[in-house]
Structures are given as structure tokens and as C-alpha cells.
């Protein structure tokens, strides 16, 4: 019996010495708001990297600043794997020109097994919003964080706050999973997108909610078997497959699913964006399912002939093929007569199209009125409830 107590208190003594724990303080972080912490963070990680054993980075209560862009590199770590846990709130510059031409704020580069949870990252673009909106001559601005070349990737109960520019980006990433993610932007902020997708594969995005001034979620060219469930978006510019087509040999997009997410008055909801140009692209096995559309101004959209502003348009042929794309339980209100338009174009054809159980009303002045679909060079079936009337 003696024997086997000391045998199961090895194992929880192992068990304990299994991680090993860095905290930001520790090398000289301090959560006052004004000290400039982006080199003990930096510490932190290349200990945590170096370690043997599972690491922790904590970050206790407060207000770190990191005053110019960082980027924690997984090249060479030896740790199997790093948590971040966050219970502070990290702040950029108010002078957003110290990140503004960085690309990201925050970078993790080629690292595997890296969890980010809870915390606040707050990057004060409202400045550089203003500067955009001006019609100044500005910086593009910063991505808060981008995740680049990446695999085995949790993001777990994270506030972003008043990016620059995208929230969060993943960018050739292999299985990732975002869950409880809380983002913030005025509803007026240029190019704030929420979460933006590129060339990935694997990517999971759960229980979030988004609001922003332009795509909650948007998915570049490149994606493969995402599954988005249970966001919240608005304001915003909806969750958008898109835009594709820009270049000739340009990676497709295949095997995505949206289900029960709900849009709030958004420029739209649901959504295919293709340039009208030559393009190898591709869109394959969406499904759109189990969507609530409150007042939003295009719940269900194809354009195939996407120009923003309508400045410098390529009015060519959209080389983009779009098939096999379900639209099921999609239900709410349109803040346009035309809730359904399918945009395709006459070279290209979409095909595969389904509509099952679609139900939007037009509300105007209050009052909900019959809504109406629009179609142009899409073909496929329709089913069950159609309010507005199917035009395929």
C-alpha cells in the first residue's frame, strides 16, 4: 500500500513538473500603462521557447504597453507547447505611426501548440480611422494580430479592441480553433475586419461575437474546410467569402460551413465577392445554414461583378467558378426589397445553387412588406419555404 501512495505521488509531482510558468513581470513588464514592455515579453517567450516542458506565459492584471510591433518566432523552440494566458490588457501607442507600416502589431510566426487566453488587446486605431477618413495621405495600418505559417492554434476568450486595420489574421495555418472571441470597432472604421482568413485549412471559429466597420469574418482565396458556428456580427460588412479573382492563378476556396449565426443590421449578410476579371479561382461546398438576418441590407448576395466604389472597375468576365452552394433556414429581415440576389455572370455561370427554407421579409417604415430575389446567370434548385419567390 505504501508502495502505491508513493507511486501516485509520483505521478502528481511529475504531473505538476510538466509545465513550467513565465511570468511577464518577472523580466521586468510592469502593468502601469506607460512602460514600454514589448522586450520582456519578448523574454518571456524565449523562455518559454527554450523550455523543455510545456510553458506558461503568464500576464497578470494591467496595463502592459507595447510600444512597437513584436514577433514571438516558433523556428526553433524546443517547448511542445506555450499558453499565454492573459489576465491584463495589452495597449499600442497612441501615435499610431509606431506600428502603422508594420503589418501586424502582434506576430506569431511559424509556432505550433500555442494557446492565447483571455486578456485584451487594445491597438487605439480610432486616430488612424480618422486620418483614413479625412482623405489624408495615411499608413495602411496595422493587423492587431496575425498568425502566420502556423499550426495546432487555440484562441480562447480574447478581447481585440479598435484595430488599425484587420483584427485578426491567419494566414497559411493548419487547424486552428477560435473560440469566445470579442471584437470591437466603430461601426465606421475602415478596413477593421474581424477575423480574415488566407490560405488555411482546418480553421474552427465558435461562440464569438464581431462588430466592426467592414467583413465580420472574411475568407481569401486559398481556404479549406472552415467551420464557423454561433457569431454574432453587426455592425459590419457581414461574414464574406471573398473578394476573389484579383490574380490569374489564384487558389480556390472549398468546404465551408456558417451555421446559426446571426447578423444585426450589417451591409450584408452572407456573402460571394469575385472581381470581373480572368481568374483560375474557385468556390466550392459552401453552406450557409440556421442564419437570423435582423435588418440587414443584402442577407443573401453572389456579386460576380464586385468594385467597391465603382472606381477603376475591370468590367471583364469573372473567372471565379461558384457551384454547390446551399442557402438553409435562412430567416429574418431584409433592410432592401431585394433580399435574394445571385449576381453571377453570363461567361461563368454559377451553378449548383440550393435554396431551401429561405424566409426574409422587406421592413420598411416598419412594416414588413414581401421582399424580392434577383437572378443573373444562376442556375440550381429550390425548396420548401421561399419568401421572396426563387428566381433560379
Given at each position: 500500500m505504501?508502495i502505491v ?12 513538473a ?9 523580466f ?5 500603462g506607460?512602460?514600454d ?5 519578448l ?8 523550455s523543455?516542458k ?20 516558433g523556428?526553433?523552440c ?7 494566458r ?6 499600442a ?14 506576430r506569431?510566426?511559424r ?25 489624408k ?7 492587431t ?10 484562441i480562447?476568450?480574447l478581447?481585440s479592441?479598435?484595430s488599425?486595420m484587420?483584427?485578426?489574421l ?26 480574415h ?7 474552427t ?13 472574411s ?23 471573398g ?12 468546404n465551408?460551413?456558417v451555421t446559426?449565426a446571426?447578423?444585426r443590421?450589417t451591409q450584408?449578410?452572407?456573402?460571394i465577392?469575385?472581381w ?7 468556390v ?29 472597375c ?9 457551384k454547390d452552394?446551399v ?14 440576389k ?5 461567361g ?20 414588413p412588406?414581401?421582399a ?6 444562376a ?5 420548401g419555404?421561399?419568401?421572396p419567390?426563387?428566381?433560379?
Amino acid at each position: 500500500m505504501k508502495i502505491v501512495f508513493l507511486v501516485i505521488i509520483a505521478l502528481i509531482s511529475s504531473s505538476l513538473a510538466a509545465k513550467v510558468t513565465y511570468n511577464v513581470a518577472s523580466f521586468g513588464a510592469k502593468g502601469d500603462g506607460n512602460t514600454d514592455s514589448t522586450k520582456a515579453f519578448l523574454s518571456a517567450w524565449s523562455s518559454a521557447c527554450n523550455s523543455t516542458k510545456s510553458a506558461v506565459i503568464y500576464v497578470p492584471t494591467g496595463t502592459y504597453l507595447i510600444a512597437k510591433a513584436i514577433t514571438f518566432a516558433g523556428e526553433k523552440c524546443q517547448s511542445g507547447s506555450i499558453t499565454i494566458r492573459i489576465y491584463g490588457t495589452l495597449v499600442a501607442p497612441f501615435d499610431y505611426d509606431a506600428i502603422a507600416n508594420s503589418g501586424d502589431w502582434i506576430r506569431f510566426h511559424r509556432v505550433s501548440h500555442v494557446t492565447i487566453s483571455g486578456g485584451t488587446l487594445d491597438a487605439r486605431g480610432g486616430s488612424l480611422w480618422s486620418c483614413k477618413t479625412s482623405g489624408k495621405s495615411c499608413p495602411s495600418g496595422a493587423t492587431t494580430l496575425g498568425i502566420y505559417n502556423s499550426k495546432n492554434i487555440v484562441i480562447s476568450g480574447l478581447k481585440s479592441l479598435n484595430s488599425q486595420m484587420f483584427h485578426i489574421l491567419l494566414d497559411t495555418c493548419i487547424n486552428a480553433k477560435l473560440q469566445g472571441v470579442s471584437i470591437s470597432a466603430s461601426g465606421s472604421s475602415p478596413n477593421t475586419d474581424g477575423i480574415h482568413l488566407m490560405s488555411s485549412t482546418g480553421v474552427t471559429i465558435v461562440n464569438s461575437k464581431i462588430t466592426t466597420g467592414d467583413d465580420c469574418i472574411s475568407i481569401g482565396p486559398g481556404n479549406s474546410n472552415l467551420w464557423i458556428e454561433s457569431v454574432a456580427c453587426g455592425p459590419g460588412h457581414g461574414i464574406s467569402i471573398g473578394s476573389l479573382g484579383w490574380e490569374l492563378d489564384e487558389p480556390g476556396v472549398q468546404n465551408i460551413t456558417v451555421t446559426r449565426a446571426t447578423f444585426r443590421g450589417t451591409q450584408n449578410g452572407v456573402r460571394i465577392k469575385t472581381w470581373a476579371r480572368a481568374s483560375h479561382g474557385f468556390v466550392t461546398g459552401a453552406v450557409f445554414q440556421h442564419v437570423t438576418m435582423v435588418n440587414v441590407s443584402n442577407p443573401i448576395i453572389i456579386e460576380q461583378n464586385y468594385c467597391p466604389g465603382n472606381n477603376n472597375c475591370p468590367d471583364q468576365v469573372s473567372g471565379v467558378r461558384v457551384k454547390d452552394v446551399v442557402y438553409e433556414d435562412i430567416h429574418g429581415t431584409s433592410a432592401s426589397l431585394v433580399a435574394v440576389k445571385l449576381d453571377c455572370n453570363q461567361g461563368n455561370p454559377c451553378s449548383g445553387i440550393r435554396l431551401k427554407d429561405v424566409n426574409l421579409n422587406y421592413v420598411r417604415a416598419g412594416k414588413p412588406q414581401p421582399a424580392v430575389s434577383s437572378c443573373a446567370y444562376a442556375q440550381g434548385t429550390a425548396s420548401g419555404i421561399l419568401q421572396p419567390t426563387s428566381c433560379l
